[in-house]
């Protein structure tokens, strides 16, 4: 079951392997998707997703750069 955590009033979504953007998460929010380099940070909007192109190494410094990019949405 996705992780949901809520920054700055933006859902950052952590995806569990056998779960899918399309699944998981609305327009708006960040998804944090596991890949065989790392972690994905995409951004879901109403016509798809778009992200970062290299992974991060570790969860946590994509979800830092996730809360990031939620301050800086909020603003």
């Known amino acids: 079951m996705a992780t949901v ?3 700055r009033g933006v859902r950052i979504v952590t995806l569990e392997p056998d779960e899918t953007l399309k699944q998981c998460c609305s327009a708006d ?6 890949c065989k380099s790392g972690w994905l940070v995409y951004f879901v909007s ?8 290299d992974p991060f190494p570790s969860h946590q410094e ?11 949405a909020a603003e």
């Open 5 to 7: 955590i809520t920054h």
């Open 29 to 34: 929010d960040i998804a944090l998707c596991r």
């Open 46 to 53: 109403e016509d798809g997703a778009e992200g970062y192109e």
């Open 62 to 72: 994509a979800l830092w750069a996730a809360k990031a990019a939620a301050e800086f």
